[in-house]
């Protein structure tokens, strides 16, 4: 019997997890056992999980909240997207040590892709400029929008972000009362879902047949839903992502990359 593949994810909270599931999912689509774990670890309590998990055979691991900016000590060596959002989303152990990875960003460009949104030449709008919108910036810029315009409550970190990628493309960052200039697509990158709200963005910012894609999903995708429902514009939410995201790690895992749509028809009924 071939022995079962060690992975877990770190985090905290992590009860909510739905990666063991996800996994769980690709595992049997590609015929690979996993033994993948969900598992608490706050902040100075990762090194010694590391320790743990590589002593038990684990040769990967994914890190969420609040662990992907800390996680980059732990790692000898970053992928580009990694190093781009200083943060680490998924680990790969070898003879040496922990090798870091981020899929966030791939994984929503997948998902972008796998929704037949165009990237390439498209006006794109982010709204909120935190740790999620760090994470997709340097993927998104790669596919050569006409522009990128991050939009933010507190507006020198959105210009912080803008500077920060501006040697990759064409980036600008504003407050949330900046004159509005039309774009193709809005991505939903600020937390305010979670209290089932949306930010006010004004008119004007999104042409007619824009799509909207909110990096929430579940519970927090309701009031994008309802708010782009109001103005005919399609909305997806990041569900979508979260299993891409996934989808590349276990391929960095295993070298094989499971199906996103087939996942998502298991999980999709349950939280959509
Ligand atoms: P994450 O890592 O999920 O991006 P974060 O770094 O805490 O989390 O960022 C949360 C984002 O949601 C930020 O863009 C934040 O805006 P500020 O930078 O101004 O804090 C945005 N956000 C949170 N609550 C908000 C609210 N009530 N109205 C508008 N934006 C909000």
Same mark, same amino acid.
């Given at each position: 019997m071939t022995p079962s593949l060690r992975l877990a994810v770190f985090g905290d909270?992590? /009860?909510? /997890?739905l990666s063991p599931r996800i996994h769980g999912l690709f595992g049997r689509q590609l015929g690979i056992e996993v033994d993948y774990r969900a598992i608490r670890c706050p902040e100075d309590e990762l090194p010694a999980k590391l320790s743990e998990l590589a002593a038990a055979g684990g040769i990967g691991a994914n890190l969420t909240l609040p662990l992907k900016q800390t996680g980059l000590r732990q790692c000898r060596q970053l992928d580009r997207p990694a190093r781009l959002a200083r943060a680490v989303n998924t680990l790969k152990l070898d003879e040496q040590g922990w090798l870091g990875f981020n899929t966030d960003g791939p994984g929503l460009v997948l998902d972008l892709e796998r929704l037949g949104i165009?990237?390439?030449d498209a006006r794109i709008l982010i709204l909120g400029a935190g740790g999620a919108t760090a994470g997709i910036l340097g993927p998104l810029l790669a596919k050569k929008p006409a522009c990128i315009t991050v939009l933010n409550r507190t507006a020198a970190r959105a210009a912080g972000l803008a500077e920060r990628f501006a040697h990759l493309g064409a980036i600008a960052g504003h407050s949330l009362d900046a004159p509005a200039q039309a774009h193709d697509l809005l991505l939903q990158a600020t937390s305010l879902g979670h209290s089932g709200t949306m930010p006010a963005l004004p008119a004007g910012w999104l042409v007619p047949d824009a799509r909207v894609y909110d990096l929430n999903y579940g519970q927090a995708h309701r009031p994008v839903a309802h708010w782009a429902e109001r103005y005919g514009w399609k909305a997806d939410s990041g569900l979508g992502m979260l299993v891409g995201q996934a989808a590349l790690a276990f391929e960095i895992w295993t070298g094989q990359r499971p199906s996103v749509s087939a996942a998502l028809a298991s999980l999709d009924a349950d939280l959509n």
């Open positions: 909270p992590i /009860s909510h /997890s165009a990237l390439t």
